[in-house]
């Protein structure tokens, strides 16, 4: 079965600066998607950025960028120029390609200092 | 125009009763899930319906109990609640998975119940 860990349960940082969350994950399976999604106070699970394992590229969103190490099995999340609206519980998630398996990290709390 | 809505938003109720949630998307998506977050705000999938068929069934107790009428909807309804089921329930859906085909696209979640058993 596939886990997720997050080994951060808290982080903070301050206005304007970058903060990294960590994320590793154990599979048999070759190929899949790794998630990052954040969770405001509002409760409401939001998509932050996504990747394919088949792709070699690190996928990147605006202030948001994975650095995905497929053979580490790590996929940690940079967020820059951190904004006040950034803080929020941070979850990993990894979906099995043909979805037979869907799991979730523990989370991160971060929060992000004026 | 929500995507995925689910209703009630909170639910209080008695330990014994019997309870359903009730989750629609509009998003002409193949695949439906449930999530339990618990008070630790640990994620976990419970169930997932692709078209209509049960394609994840994580261990939960069997008071836990699925309904997909169509496509669009996935209700969960719970028998003899307990007081250790109050978490936030969180519905979503996805495009795609299961044996028709990869998960091709992320999952979009409704805002959550959250239930409060007493």
């Known amino acids: 079965a596939q886990t997720v860990t997050q080994s951060q349960p808290e982080m903070s940082v301050q206005e304007a600066e970058t903060v990294t969350l960590s994320c590793t994950y154990d599979?048999?399976?070759?190929?899949?998607?790794l998630f990052w999604y954040k969770q405001p106070p509002s409760r409401q699970m939001i998509l932050v950025i996504r990747?394919?394992?088949?792709?070699?590229q690190n996928a990147t969103e605006n202030r948001f960028s994975v650095n995905f190490q497929k053979a580490a099995k790590s996929f940690s999340l940079k967020i820059s120029d951190s904004q006040l609206g950034d803080a929020a519980m941070y979850f990993c998630?990894?979906?099995?390609?043909?979805?037979?398996?869907?799991?979730f990290g523990p989370g991160t709390r971060l929060s992000v200092l004026p | 125009d929500t995507a995925v809505s689910q209703t009630p938003k909170y639910l209080v109720t008695q330990m014994g009763n019997d309870k359903s949630i009730k989750c629609e998307q509009n998003?002409?998506?193949?695949?439906m899930y449930w999530y339990k977050q618990d008070s630790k705000k640990f994620l976990k999938i419970m169930f997932s319906?692709?078209?209509?068929?049960?394609?994840i069934n994580e261990t939960v107790p069997n008071r836990f109990s699925p309904k997909s009428p169509d496509k669009a909807h996935l209700n969960l309804h719970i028998n003899s609640l307990e007081l250790g089921d109050s978490a936030v329930y969180f519905c979503?859906?996805?495009?795609?998975?299961?044996?028709?085909?990869?998960?091709?696209?992320?999952?979009?979640f409704g805002p959550g119940t959250r239930l409060l058993v007493l």
């Open positions: 990747q394919e394992a088949y792709k070699q």
């Open positions: 599979t048999s399976e070759s190929d899949y998607y």
């Open positions: 998003l002409g998506h193949d695949t």
């Open positions: 998630a990894y979906g099995s390609y043909y979805g037979q398996n869907f799991v």
């Open positions: 319906y692709n078209n209509k068929e049960l394609i």
């Open positions: 979503a859906s996805s495009q795609g998975a299961g044996t028709s085909g990869p998960v091709s696209e992320t999952q979009y």
